[in-house]
């Protein structure tokens, strides 16, 4: 990912988690990411302030949000089989 590309989804990500804040009747978040160690990092970190779901496939995902919503999805672009758009 390019450096241009990366600082603004990380600016994306920081503006929504702000809105997230301002909201504390709806405050779950949904990762997805299919590497282990990357979701397991933003759940740590996330989970202190959210509610936070994971999700280590788009299948997986789309089953969470299927059943339950959810303010924010953080996930990964480049997944095998579906990309994470």
């Known amino acids: 990912m390019s450096s241009a590309l990366q600082q603004s989804a990380t600016e994306s990500v920081a503006n929504c988690l702000l809105e997230l804040q301002a909201n504390e009747d709806d405050r779950r978040i949904l990762i997805v990411d299919d590497e282990g160690a990357?979701?397991?990092?933003?759940?740590?970190?996330?989970?202190?302030?959210?509610?936070?779901?994971?999700?280590?496939?788009?299948?997986?995902?789309?089953?969470l949000?299927?059943?339950?919503?959810?303010?924010?999805?953080?996930?990964?672009?480049?997944?095998?089989?579906?990309?994470?758009?």
């Open 38 to 63: 990357v979701r397991e990092m933003f759940a740590a970190y996330l989970s202190e302030t959210y509610e936070c779901a994971t999700a280590s496939s788009c299948e997986e995902a789309l089953n």
């Open 65 to 85: 949000l299927a059943v339950k919503n959810y303010a924010l999805v953080v996930s990964d672009l480049t997944m095998p089989g579906r990309n994470g758009i």
